[in-house]
C-alpha cells in the first residue's frame, strides 16, 4: 500500500485546510485509515481515525469540534478538514492506514502498517 498526502501548507491562526491522503495497492475499503501529527520535539500524536467502514470515527482531545475526517472509499481517499486552526496545531501530518483493527487500538500509532510521507501544516499567529 501507498499513501500520497497532500494539502499542507501556511495558514493564519482561525483558518482552515483541507488535507487529503490517497491510497494505492489495496482494496481501501478494508483497512482503517488515520491521520497523526508530529511537532518538533514531540511525540506522534492521533488526529483523527475511522474505521474501515466509516460507522466509527475518534478524535485527538485538542482538535475535537475543530476537525473532521471523512474518506470517498470509491477515491480511495481520506480527508481531514481542519477549521479554526491554532499556532499548537503546527505540526506535519501523517496520513496511515492498515487492515482492520480492534477499536482499541485505532489511536495508537504503531497499530498502523502503511504510513504517507507526510505534509507540514503551519498556523501563524
Known amino acids: 500500500v501507498q499513501l500520497q498526502a497532500c494539502g499542507g501548507g501556511l495558514v493564519q491562526a482561525g483558518g482552515s485546510l483541507r488535507l487529503s491522503c490517497t491510497a494505492s495497492g489495496r482494496t481501501f475499503r478494508d483497512y482503517d485509515m488515520a491521520w497523526f501529527r508530529q511537532a518538533p520535539g514531540k511525540e506522534r500524536d492521533l488526529v483523527a481515525a475511522?474505521?474501515?467502514?466509516?460507522?466509527?470515527?475518534i478524535y485527538g482531545n485538542s482538535v475535537k469540534g475543530r476537525f473532521a475526517i471523512s474518506r470517498d472509499n470509491a477515491k480511495n481517499t481520506v480527508y481531514l478538514q481542519m477549521n479554526n486552526l491554532k499556532p499548537e496545531d503546527t505540526a506535519v501530518y501523517y496520513c496511515a492506514t492498515t487492515p482492520r483493527i480492534v477499536l482499541s487500538s485505532l489511536g495508537i500509532p504503531s497499530s498502523y502498517q502503511y504510513w504517507g510521507q507526510g505534509t507540514q501544516v503551519t498556523v501563524s499567529s
Open positions: 475511522m474505521r474501515y467502514s466509516g460507522g466509527t470515527t
